[in-house]
């Protein structure tokens, strides 16, 4: 079965250092991959969308890659700040109707 | 300022009421999501509805039902509640033209069944 995996331990690091997120998945070949982040208590946010036919994506501090060899997507957040802790999801685009296959998501906690 | 809104933050309800949840989106959005989010388990999709009276299944649709009659608004329905229906629930709303588009997700409706 289709299946989406990210850490579930949390992410601790100091502000200023590079977050790395990880996001690998089996039994499947998304045509895209997003990433969202969702607050306490709040929907998630749409942040970045990647398609298999690219290998990186910039946007401001964040950059995402996506790997369709090794099925597997990183997010990167640079010169990270407190105000970046949230839980980060990954989502595959599962066909037609945008739907998307969500990830259990990974905390971040960035510490001053 | 695009929106999506959910008709309640928190709800209590007692095993085998029945028990709606409303979303409402101002975006005319054709696509709309019902998901439940635990601890865990992330994002599973309940039923979604590509235009107004068209819904499908997704991965978690035993115990609900959804309607849509207007394209604004999106209603999932719980015949009867039971305990393991204590989740929160995330509504979200996308175009259907193209293939990437991302989701707009409400702020989530906590419920708890007793």
């Known amino acids: 079965s289709q299946k989406i995996e990210q850490n579930s331990e949390a992410l601790n690091i100091q502000e200023g250092k590079t977050a790395t997120l990880t996001c690998n998945y089996t039994n499947y070949s998304p045509a895209y991959l997003q990433w969202y982040r969702q607050d306490p208590g709040r929907g998630p946010v749409f942040l970045l969308l990647?398609?298999?036919?690219?290998k990186e994506k910039r946007k401001e501090r964040l950059k995402v890659t996506f790997d369709t060899t090794l099925k597997q997507s990183l997010f990167h957040i640079t010169a990270s700040q407190p105000a970046d802790s949230a839980t980060y999801l990954c989502a595959l685009g599962a066909g037609g109707y945008n739907k998307l296959i969500f990830g259990a998501g990974t905390r971040l906690a960035v510490h001053p | 300022d695009v929106k999506v809104t959910q008709s309640s933050r928190y709800l209590v309800k007692r095993t085998g009421e029945k028990v709606f949840l409303e979303c409402v989106q101002d975006?005319?959005?054709?696509?709309m999501f019902w998901y439940r989010q635990d601890p865990g388990l992330g994002l599973r999709l309940i039923y979604f509805s590509y235009d107004v009276k068209m819904k499908e299944k997704g991965d978690i649709p035993e115990g609900y039902s959804v309607s849509r009659e207007k394209k604004e608004r999106f209603s999932l329905i719980l015949e009867s509640a039971s305990t393991n229906q204590t989740s929160m629930y995330l509504c979200a709303s996308s175009l259907r033209k193209g293939v990437y588009n991302e989701q707009f997700f409400g702020p989530g409706t906590r419920l708890t069944v007793l």
């Open positions: 990647i398609r298999e036919n690219e």
């Open positions: 975006m005319d959005h054709e696509n």
